[in-house]
């Protein structure tokens, strides 16, 4: 059974940062990319970021880049996203997702398992 649990969510001012971990178990993680995505009230999950089952290859969304970092730890079976100067319109569920292949996705549908997600709150 593959479980995903997410944490380090939380209410924060803009401009403050936090460091969102996924764990996981089941999951052959080394080769699974991962990947993290945000759904905010009344809108579609949305891609944020992924990285690769070796973590060689990342990809981040153009409205986080330079301020958020995806990385995995293949040790812990563990994927952390850094996310730095946030702004009020981060604010959003927080997803981590795992997918049967190797390779970086955008695609919500292309990742098999989710976590329950973790709430950014990010105030002005």
């Known amino acids: 059974q593959v479980q995903l649990v997410e944490s380090g969510g939380g209410l924060v001012q803009a401009g403050d940062s936090l460091r969102l971990i996924c764990t996981t178990s089941?999951?052959?993680?080394?080769?699974?990319?991962m990947g993290w995505f945000r759904q905010a009230p009344g809108e579609d999950r949305e891609f944020v970021a992924a990285i690769s089952g070796g973590g060689g290859n990342r990809e981040l969304t153009d409205s986080v880049k330079g301020r958020f970092a995806i990385s995995r730890d293949n040790a812990k079976n563990t994927v952390y996203l850094q996310v730095n100067s946030l702004k009020p319109e981060d604010t959003a569920v927080y997803y981590c997702?795992?997918?049967?292949?190797?390779?970086?996705?955008?695609?919500?549908?292309?990742?098999?398992?989710w976590g329950q997600g973790t709430q950014v709150t990010v105030s002005p």
């Open positions: 997702a795992g997918a049967r292949a190797y390779f970086t996705y955008r695609r919500v549908s292309s990742y098999a398992y």
């Open positions: 089941g999951l052959p993680f080394s080769t699974s990319a």
